[in-house]
């Protein structure tokens, strides 16, 4: 199996804080990754690098083989790295099929008055992921009509118009309602097993991370100081104490 993502000795400090030390992070293709920590450990910094938005004070990034260290986030983008948000980023006017072909269109780098964004190829993809997401029915609503669940799973069918090698998602069901959560992570795993991404997802949920990841990676004050698969980090003395709460502090 290939690696896909390859992270050495990551540095990254804001004045006295240090927010990435010595990170080295091998992922293999077709992985699901989840990255937890409490508020500060270092997880979104981890992932700033990752898709360019931050460049490491040390270290090296590579991409399927390809060190991408230091390049900016739209270099990133072209070179298969996708990110969905906490907070969807949409155009609420906008359908959701009108929605995906922008993005797809953006991926291109060709959204111009000469190309328009609605291709048929474009918009076979388009509704093809629209269906993996059980997203067909609401192609033609208005994003402001629908409901946040589904916004949310609009957004990562968004970041997967561009068929990325790689994708980040920060807390894919934060806000959903915990009748809503399981459901909405089956229909995001499948989707991403179908695409055959790799997926990195940040995520303070445990019960998420028990049932979907296939490894995780557990920060602290900007450590790696897990890195197994879920029920071994669960049981770590340290992620108890620093992570999950489970052993206080001190204790
Ligand atoms: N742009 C910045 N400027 C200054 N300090 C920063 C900046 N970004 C992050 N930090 C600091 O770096 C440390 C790591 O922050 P980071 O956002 O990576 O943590 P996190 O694990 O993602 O936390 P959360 O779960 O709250 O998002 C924190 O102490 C944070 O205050």
Known sequence: MTTMLSARGLMKSFGAVTAADDVNIEVPSGQRVSLIGSNGAGKTTFVNMVTGYLKPDAGTIALDGREIT??????????????????????????ALDNMLVAAACNDGEL????PARSPGRRARAMALLERFDLAAHAQRKVSELPGGVRKLLDIAMALTGQPKLLLLDEPTSGVSVEEKFPMMDTIAGALAAEKVTVLFVEHDMEIVTRYADRVIAFYSGRVIADDPPDAVLADEQVQRYVTGSLRQGA
């Open 112 to 115: 111009s008055f000469w190309k």
């Open 70 to 95: 230091g390049l900016g986030p739209r270099r990133i983008t072209r070179l298969g790295v996708a990110r969905s948000f906490q907070i969807p980023q949409l155009a609420l006017d906008m359908t």
